[in-house]
Structures are given as C-alpha cells and as structure tokens.
C-alpha cells in the first residue's frame, strides 16, 4: 500500500481589512460669518491631524453672504473652478433656510442646485457637503414678529432649528449630496448637556464650544470617522470637549446613511482571510462598477473578489483600485503570510467561518485534502438545500446568498467519516 505523507506549510488564520493609516483631503469650505468664526475649516483639520489625517482647505466666506450669493461671487465660483476638491461645502445664510415656503423654494433651492452643477462640472470626483445650521438660542425675535403668524418658525428655538433641519435633508437628498449636521449635534448637546455654552452673546454665531461641536460633525462628515477619540480639544476643558466629541459620535457617526455620509461617495475598501498562503479577498467597496487588483507577487486580478493561493510565505502588499464612469480609489493593505511546519493531520480541522454569514461561507478540513468528500447543508428541520463534492484544496468557500436567514448544519463526509457544523445565515 502506498503511504501519502502530508507537510503542510500554514499560518493562523487571519482576518483583516484593507485601511490607510491616514487620509488626505482638500476641501473648499464656501459660507459666511458660520464658517469663518473661530476658523471652523483650521479647527476641523487640527481634529483631523490628531487623528493621523490631514485637511487641506481654502474658504470664501463674506459675511452675512446668502447662498444665492456665492453663485454670483467670482471668488467663489472662481475657486470651484480650480478644480482638484475632494469636497465642496456650502452653508446658507443663517436664517434663508428658515424662511416661508416661497422664498426657499426661489433664494435658496435653486442656488443650491446651480452651484452643485457648477462643482460637479469642474470637480466630477468630488461630494458637495451642505452645512446644516441651527436655530437661534432663544429664537430670532424680529424675524418672529415679522412673520407671524403665518410662518411661526423664527419664534423659538425649536422651531427655527427643526426647519433649518428639514431644509437641507431636503436639499442633499434632492441633489444627492451629503448633511454635516452640525444643527443636529448641536441640539443633542444643548439636551444633553446643558453648562455647554454654544453660543456668543448675540445668542446666533458659536462660541468656541460651538465651533468646536461644528468641527467634530464636519470631521466625521470629511472623513467617515468617530471623532471620539481625536486628541484635539480645541482649548476646551476636556470633559467638555470629550462630551461634545460623544455627542458628535451618537448624531453624525451612528447614523452615517441618513446624513448621506458615503452613500454617493465611490469607495475603495476590502478585506481578506488568509490561511496557509490561500487567501480569499472581501470587497467591501462602494459605488464601483469595476476593480483593478495587484495581488503583490506580480499576479493581477479584475474581479469583484478573487482568491489567490501565493508561492511562498512572506510580505505581499496588496492593492485595490475601484473605478465608476469618472473616477477611481486605491487602497493597500499588507499581507503578512508567515508560516508555521506543521507534519501530518494538523489542528486546523473543524473551521467554518465566518460565523453568523452572510453571503459566502468558509470551510476548512483536513478531509478535503486527504480525498473525495462531500458537502451538504441541512435547514433546521433536516431538509437538504445544498449539496457538492467538495475539492482537493484545505479550505472551500460555498455561496450561501440563496439560503433564507436561520440556523444550518453543514456536514462534510466521505466514505469512513462524517463531520457536522452548525452555522449561522444572516
């Protein structure tokens, strides 16, 4: 009888995902006297360089300068045209996305729209960022005996602030661009933390707390970051400055998709298990259609999300390019495959993962390697809704889109043995 001696070559398993260590953005902050007190766009790029980024940005903010302003301002427009933003911010003047129905829907929607049109036109890569504002502190009482009682909105603070709110949710969904909600995080701290002073004495432009709150939301909104661990405390007391950072976290970073942060934005990002030198790669990238892959040993992939076994162990830089019509995104991560000499059946049986799964699943077995075996998978009640022979390699990977979410046992067999996992499909 012939005698088959395995020496198997394997790393523990890994689980990683592709990330830069930082990023670097230049972003033309267009606005008025909001933006410019207490130098918003330099207090955003210093919490950004606490965290290992970095913020290049120009600004054009004349005071009291209405957005429809800036359309007709050469300045603005001329550094539009200068191309090469990643982001454009615009912000409204203070009180035009608080007024009537009428006047909105002729000073301030129209105006928002030409001036994405013009971004896009000379910045196709970049995202137009609407800095939602907030209401006055006590309301705004000219404006309140002016309207009233038609349009009661400047008559207190809720109310100013929860039309600004609906104004430019309307506007970045309508013009599919993004919300710093700086309105927003500031209202969760005026609740949740009353001693915070958030304006001057005007009780309408922030005090320092209140640009520092702007700047932890435009933080997230720019780089898609909790801005809870920045280093930065803007000169604050640190309690204060952490529980604005907290609140920055709960408004703008746990709820990311309603501000619209990266849902439009195209995205270059994935992630990779690696057993032995068998990797299999996770695209988890947004808003691509096609992807370019350098696996680091000179081997190229251009699919979604390849699986490439490498000659040897070692240091491999791999790197994913993601492209749409107009644009495209790297990113990098390295692959570290140092191995361990292993003789014989090794330890590494039993192993599905990952474990709850979505869309694909992992198995590895010694029985793959040592001859013919079979997969099925059984539902909850023993019905069969998968079934294949599996293949000579030690780790398979099965697709289980198909299968409903719920809880399934996986049984891999061959003529002598029978192992059964029990997994989760989400």
């Known amino acids: ?143 309140c005996a002016a309207y009233t009682p038609q349009w009661p909105y400047f008559c207190s603070y809720q109310q100013m602030d929860s039309i600004i709110r609906v104004r430019y949710t309307k506007m970045a969904n309508d013009n599919k661009s993004v919300v710093s909600p700086v309105g927003a995080v500031k209202h969760y701290v005026r609740l949740n933390y009353p001693s915070i002073e958030l304006y001057q004495s005007d009780e309408s432009h922030p005090s320092v707390e209140g640009t520092y709150a702007a700047a932890c939301a435009f933080y997230t909104t720019l780089f898609g970051k ?16 952490a529980n604005i950072r907290t609140a920055a976290k709960k408004v703008a970073y746990d709820s990311l998709s309603y501000w619209n942060i990266g849902k439009y934005k195209l995205r270059a990002d994935f992630s990779y298990t690696a057993i032995g030198q068998q990797v299999s790669f996770k695209n988890n990238s947004a808003n691509a259609i096609s992807y370019n892959w350098d696996l680091g040993d000179g081997q190229t992939s251009t699919l979604s999300a390849p699986s490439h076994t490498y000659a040897n162990p070692g240091t491999y830089i791999v790197r994913m390019i993601a492209t749409n019509t107009t644009c495209a995104d790297t990113t990098y991560t390295t692959l570290q495959l140092n191995p361990t000499e292993i003789k014989g059946p090794s330890s590494i049986d039993d192993l599905v993962f990952p474990n709850p799964a979505h869309d694909e699943l992992n198995i590895a077995n010694m029985m793959f390697v040592n001859g013919d075996c079979t997969i099925t998978i059984l539902d909850n009640i023993g019905k069969l809704v998968y079934r294949q022979p599996g293949k000579p390699q030690l780790i398979q990977k099965i697709n289980i889109a198909h299968l409903s979410a719920g809880i399934y046992y996986l049984q891999v067999s061959n003529t002598n043995t029978r192992k059964t996992f029990t997994f989760i499909k989400e």
């Open 226 to 241: 909790d801005a809870s661990a920045a280093k930065y405390d803007g000169g604050l007391s640190a309690s204060v400055a």
């Open 1 to 143: 009888m012939k005698k088959h001696h395995y020496l198997l070559l394997i790393c523990s398993i890994i689980f990683s995902t592709a990330s830069a260590s930082g990023k670097k953005l230049k972003v033309l902050f267009l606005g008025n006297s909001y933006t410019y007190v207490n130098n918003l766009p330099q207090m955003t790029a210093n919490i950004a360089a606490s965290m290992g980024d970095t913020l290049v940005w120009d600004i054009n903010a004349p005071g009291g300068q209405q957005i429809s302003g800036h359309f007709s301002d050469r300045v603005s427009i001329g550094k539009i045209k200068q191309g090469g933003w990643d982001n454009v911010v615009l912000q409204c003047q203070s009180q035009e996305t608080a007024l009537p129905d009428n006047s909105v829907q002729t000073d301030v929607y129209p105006y928002i729209t030409l001036l994405d049109s013009v971004i896009k036109r000379h910045n196709p890569c970049a995202e137009t960022i609407l800095y939602m504002t907030w209401g006055r502190k006590n309301g705004d009482a000219d404006m």
